[in-house]
């Protein structure tokens, strides 16, 4: 059973305060997520989704100027930040950016062609749209659950609404600090779960924590603030780039699977 959040003041997050202070967080938000959605058509990073390297495990992060290092034999897949894959065989030792030379084509034909330009077997990987079934539902689902029993780093997206679940370990109330503000929430009887407060607006990088009874911090939420994204494979992308390995993995996991039954294992 869901439920609305039952809220009490503890430090200066009234509702009142919230006024021309809300309104101006909500431009800087969108400026801000303009800023990430032009830095992010411009990066190369990558994710790693197999590889015959013990080292290199799925989810571990490529940026564009680490060197990544593949012996003769040795194979990686790589899931670019657009949702784009990539096969790699050795011998490679380079990295992602000088691979890459300026006003190449962007994206995967780009890497493709410039690797292939230097001699390194690559090619795209086409697994599909359909190939992360857990991504899609996410995308679908609009919402973020957020456990405030374990710390972690959340993503949420433009459209998408922060729940926060129903503890166990507290009696029904739990206490949020953001820096010096301090508020108590609370879950109505046989409520699982609440919805994210809506006069605390949620901005990329905040921080909040839950507070013992002495208060003492027990865990800390991280939230990163996501722009659109057009498949489940570029949901996983942004995911594990921003950090937030604890929604991605079980949809990494999937995409590894789908990869492999494609005929694209590392060999």
């Known amino acids: 059973m869901d439920g609305r959040c039952c809220l009490r003041s503890a430090g200066g997050w009234g509702a009142g305060g919230w006024g021309v202070a ?130 972690a780093i959340y993503c949420v997206g433009p459209n998408e609404t922060v729940w926060l679940n129903r503890p166990k370990a507290f009696n029904g109330s739990l206490r949020l600090r953001r820096a010096q503000s301090v508020r108590e929430v609370s879950w109505p009887n046989g409520a699982t779960k609440i919805e994210w407060p809506g006069d605390l607006i949620i901005e990329d990088g905040d921080r909040f924590e839950t507070l013992s009874d002495r208060g003492a911090p027990v865990t800390t939420m991280i939230f990163r603030r996501l722009g659109d994204v057009a498949t489940p494979a570029a949901w996983i992308a942004e995911h594990l780039l921003l950090g937030c390995r604890q929604q991605a993995e079980p949809a990494l996991r999937e995409l590894a699977r789908a990869v492999d039954e494609a005929g694209d294992r590392p060999r």
């Open 22 to 151: 809300g309104r101006l967080s909500r431009l800087l938000f969108a400026a801000g997520a303009l800023a990430l959605a032009v830095g992010w058509a411009q990066a190369e990073d990558a994710v790693v989704i197999s590889s015959s390297m013990p080292a290199q495990v799925p989810g571990l992060i490529v940026t564009d100027t680490q060197t990544l290092n593949l012996p003769a034999g040795g194979s990686i897949a790589l899931l670019l930040r657009s949702g784009q894959m990539v096969r790699i065989r050795g011998p490679f030792d380079g990295t992602l950016a000088a691979a890459t030379p300026t006003g190449a084509t962007s994206g995967a034909a780009g890497l493709i062609e410039a690797l292939r330009g230097q001699g390194v077997d690559a090619s795209v990987i086409g697994a599909g749209r359909g190939a992360s079934p857990v991504a899609q539902r996410a995308m679908d689902d609009h919402g973020v659950a957020v456990d405030p029993e374990h710390s």
